[in-house]
């Protein structure tokens, strides 16, 4: 168990997410790294916010792909993550992303909402949207399967 893991293990899943909400405990690395943030959750949502820059281009000048993905990964995970008893946890199993539409800086800040469809005792699915913040058009969609874990194990 990942020092992460095990500070959340005490937690519900949504009582651990909200206390990154509200910041009394730090997010994951990747929210750094990539530049977004965890702003709101309910059962079966998660809702994440970032800035496209420059530092997530891709060579030919526009935001690499692996920046979508990864924040919808982001959402769909933690919307499942919502639904789980303390103790429980998910893995990505399976991630589909369809990109619609171009991200570069000045496509502003960008939201991506994930909801949960099904969680079950062992697999969960969800799917999300990626949207521009200031106009509300989809920029990519997705969905995934995760496994739902014991954290102990």
């Known amino acids: 168990m990942t020092p992460l893991s095990a500070r959340s293990a005490s937690l519900t899943g949504l009582e651990h997410l909200q206390s990154i909400v509200d910041g009394t ?5 990747i929210s750094q ?8 959750v309910a059962p079966g949502r998660a809702l994440f916010a970032g800035t496209p820059t420059a530092a997530v281009y891709n060579p030919i000048g526009s935001v690499h792909g ?3 993905a990864t924040l919808l990964d982001s959402a769909m995970g933690c919307s499942v993550q919502t639904e789980l008893p303390a103790g429980v946890g998910y893995a990505t199993l399976e991630l589909s992303v369809n990109l619609v539409r171009g991200i570069t800086a000045e496509t ?15 697999a969960a699915t969800a799917e999300a ?4 913040e200031a106009t509300g058009k989809l920029l990519a969609h997705g969905t ?8 102990s194990a």
């Open 108 to 122: 502003g800040r960008v939201l991506c909402e994930g909801r949960t469809i099904h969680v079950g005792r062992r």
């Open 144 to 151: 995934t399967t995760c496994l739902v874990t014991d954290l």
């Open 129 to 132: 949207r990626l949207t521009q």
């Open 66 to 68: 692996g920046f979508a």
């Open 25 to 29: 405990v730090p997010p994951a690395p």
């Open 33 to 40: 790294t990539m530049g977004f943030d965890l702003v709101e």
